[in-house]
T-cell receptor, first 114, second 111 residues
Framework: AAGVIQSPRHLIKEKRETATLKCYPIPRHDTVYWYQQGPGQDPQFLISFYEKMQSDKGSIPDRFSAQQFSDYHSELNMSSLELGDSALYFC?????????????FGPGTRLTVT | QKEVEQDPGPLSVPEGAIVSLNCTYSNSAFQYFMWYRQYSRKGPELLMYTYSSGNKEDGRFTAQVDKSSKYISLFIRDSQPSDSATYLCAMTPYNTDKLIFGTGTRLQVFP
């Protein structure tokens, strides 16, 4: 079965640079979620989109923005990167329209800020 | 205090043992409960999903929810070395999307 696809899998950036992370949800899923997982920590919710509209927002810094496109893929844009932004970034998807709140996670993008 | 508490372990058991993993939570608005398995540097893999009190079984896994006690459990029967991973409980309140995770319990099953 098709899973959530994330790209790139690894990304190295310098402080103050920008980064763009991409997420392709499971086909026919209508909701995308972004999470950040620091070393040794549990995933922290950043933001979600349902049918291309922002549906919920968590502890996402103002330097970050995200959107969901007409083909349902999503991008997380991160600017003025800081050392503390180094983490695993996960995208998850679900089919909320079908009444399911099960979230399926992608393999993650490992961001290293130097 | 975190909304979802989970013993970080590590929990070390012999192959074939029954494993019990637990989480407690403080927010009575939590309605949907999930268990994820995460191997090192990989994405969380959904194991079990439930939204009501009681038991749900899937193969070697049984999820148990007790809303009155705000307590959830995951049981793994006939544990295998391949079950060695971090197990995260997660839950979401009604009318919101975000999953609130426990800190995860690291499980090691030795042959």
């Amino acid at each position: 079965a098709a899973g959530v696809i994330q790209s790139p899998r690894h990304l190295i950036k310098e402080k103050r640079e920008t980064a763009t992370l991409k997420c392709y949800p499971i086909p026919r899923h209508d909701t995308v979620y972004w999470y950040q997982q620091g070393p040794g920590q549990d995933p922290q919710f950043l933001i979600s989109f349902y049918e291309k509209m922002q549906s919920d927002k968590g502890s996402i810094p103002d330097r970050f923005s995200a959107q969901q496109f007409s083909d349902y893929h999503s991008e997380l844009n991160m600017s003025s990167l800081e050392l503390g932004d180094s983490a695993l970034y996960f995208c998850a998807s679900s089919l909320v329209r079908g009444g399911s709140y099960e979230q399926y996670f992608g393999p993650g993008t490992r961001l290293t800020v130097t | 205090q975190k909304e979802v508490e989970q013993d970080p372990g590590p929990l070390s058991v012999p192959e074939g043992a029954i494993v019990s993993l637990n989480c407690t939570y403080s927010n009575s608005a939590f309605q949907y409960f999930m268990w994820y398995r995460q191997y090192s540097r990989k994405g969380p893999e959904l194991l079990m999903y439930t939204y009501s009190s009681g038991n749900k079984e899937d193969g070697r896994f049984t999820a148990q929810v007790d809303k009155s006690s705000k307590y959830i459990s995951l049981f793994i029967r006939d544990s295998q070395p391949s079950d060695s991973a971090t197990y995260l409980c997660a839950m979401t309140p009604y009318n919101t999307d975000k999953l609130i995770f426990g800190t995860g319990t690291r499980l090691q099953v030795f042959p």
